[in-house]
Nanobody, 125 residues
Framework: QLQLVESGGGLVQAGGSLRLSCAAS????????MAWFRQAPGKEREFVAG????????LYADSVKGRFTISRDNAKSTVYLQMNSLKPEDTAIYLC??????????????????WGQGTQVTVSS
């Protein structure tokens, strides 16, 4: 069993920055790929960024490329999302996801076994 808890969300003005964290607990030794997804009201959950266990692979959605950076600290079982130059369209609940098998498509929602509850990010114009 794996638990994921996100933190770091909040309200920020357009152009500002936030850093999200996702701490894992439980069977953390089995974690392989990790990712961030987001879901805005009335919209489907969408991929934001993903990272393989040893950071050999990273992937970003086109909408955040160049503005967001994903990273992880395996010793702390934590994945981060540094978000810069935020835009109102980035407003959403951001969710952390973890995959136990690894090697799959980082952007595929169904690859992930465990999900956090999410943290709200609101960007005002």
């Amino acid at each position: 069993q794996l638990q994921l808890v996100e933190s770091g969300g909040g309200l920020v003005q357009a152009g500002g920055s936030l850093r999200l964290s996702c701490a894992a607990s439980g069977r953390t030794f089995r974690i392989s790929d990790m990712a961030w997804f987001r879901q805005a009201p009335g919209k489907e959950r969408e991929f934001v960024a993903g990272i393989a266990r040893n950071t050999e692979r990273e992937l970003y959605a086109d909408s955040v490329k160049g503005r967001f950076t994903i990273s992880r600290d395996n010793a702390k079982s934590t994945v981060y999302l540094q978000m810069n130059s935020l835009k109102p369209e980035d407003t959403a609940i951001y969710l952390c996801a973890a995959d136990m098998l690894g090697g799959g498509r980082l952007e595929f929602l169904n690859e992930y076994d465990s999900w956090g509850q999410g943290t709200q990010v609101t960007v005002s114009s």
